[in-house]
Every structure is written in structure tokens, then in C-alpha cells.
């Protein structure tokens, strides 16, 4: 069934508004992703278990984890590529290894290779108590036109206003 209660025109396309090269967008924000660091190919993100988050069981959903340990590799590569430039994850393979049932978990990322426009990484996401609980690999492809259209970066004095 569909829902006719959302107002016209908030379906897209939408104008996103980052605070920098290396922050979160508004999906990361809804998980409530936070980048401890970015650099030098290298990314830890982290993320609270809220119950917004949990499955039926009432885990972890096994979504959410992977939006955290993708992210984390694109913190990792964006710390690598010149701010503006325009990837997207061309394939992915997760592997679940523990439920999570409560607290934060923490995602360490790194670039593991990068040939011509084709990069890969690798994410390992913990539990408080240090346990792996996923392990993540993903491809991504850098757009040849390497700019991003449509997004506004507030603080990066190199891009100007608008990229």
C-alpha cells in the first residue's frame, strides 16, 4: 500500500548539504555514525545500538552493521582522493560473524589496493568487548568525471561553494 501522507517533491533529488570532505551524510547521521578517524587510507567509525536498529529478534540488524563498515571504508578512501571526488561501492561481501545485543560498535577500515579508477577495502566491525562480529570487503569505482554535483561542503576552502 502506498503512503500518500509524505508531501510532494521529498522523494528526490534533494540538495545535500555535508559539513566537510570527511563527514558523515544524512543516512550516516540517521544511524548516528560517528568518524573517530580518517586518514592515510585508514577510517574508525563507530555506532550505538539504538532500538531503531534492531531486527525482530531484537539484534543488531545485520543492515545497519554493513552501512557502518561501508562507510568506514569510503572514510578511508576519502582521506586517500582529492576532496570532491565522485565513488560509489560497485560490490560487496560480508560475512556475519557474532550477534550484536547491545552498546557500540566500532568499524576499522583500510584501503587495501588502488588500480586506475578501482579501489578496494577492507572493514573488520567490533563489539564492546572487542569481539569481530563482521568482516567486510567492497570494490569501489571512481567516476571519471570526478567531481560530486549537488553537493555543498561548508568548510573546504579548495572546492569553493558548490562542487
Known amino acids: 500500500m502506498e ?4 508531501p510532494a517533491g521529498l522523494t528526490g533529488p534533494h540538495l545535500i ?3 566537510a570532505w570527511i563527514s558523515c551524510a544524512p543516512f550516516e547521521r540517521l ?10 587510507g585508514r577510517a574508525v567509525l563507530s555506532m550505538p545500538f539504538r532500538i531503531d536498529l534492531a531486527q525482530g529478534a531484537g539484534l543488531m540488524h545485520g543492515g545497519a552493521l554493513v552501512s557502518l563498515a561501508d562507510t ?3 572514510m578511508a578512501i576519502k ?3 582529492p576532496p570532491g571526488t565522485h565513488f560509489a561501492t560497485i560490490s560487496l561481501e560480508t560475512v556475519f ?9 566500532i568499524a576499522r577500515a583500510r584501503v587495501v589496493s588502488q588500480e586506475d579508477r578501482i579501489v578496494q577495502g577492507q572493514a573488520i566491525v567490533y563489539n564492546e ?10 570494490t569501489f569505482k571512481m567516476a571519471r568525471d570526478r567531481r560530486i554535483r549537488g553537493v555543498v ?10 562542487i
Do not use: C, W
Not at 31 to 40: S, T, W, Y
Not at 97 to 105: C, D, H, I, M, T
Not at 153 to 162: A, P, V
Open 79 to 81: 582521506s586517500l582522493v
Open 97 to 105: 560473524l557474532y550477534p550484536v545485543k547491545q552498546g557500540v560498535v
Open 3 to 6: 503512503d500518500k501522507s509524505e
Open 31 to 40: 544511524l548516528d555514525m560517528k568518524i573517530v578517524e580518517a586518514a592515510g
Open 72 to 74: 568506514a571504508v569510503v
Open 129 to 138: 568487548q572487542e569481539r569481530p562480529v563482521l568482516e567486510f570487503t567492497s
Open 153 to 162: 561542503f561548508r568548510d573546504s576552502e579548495d572546492l569553493g561553494e558548490r
Open 17 to 19: 548539504e555535508m559539513g
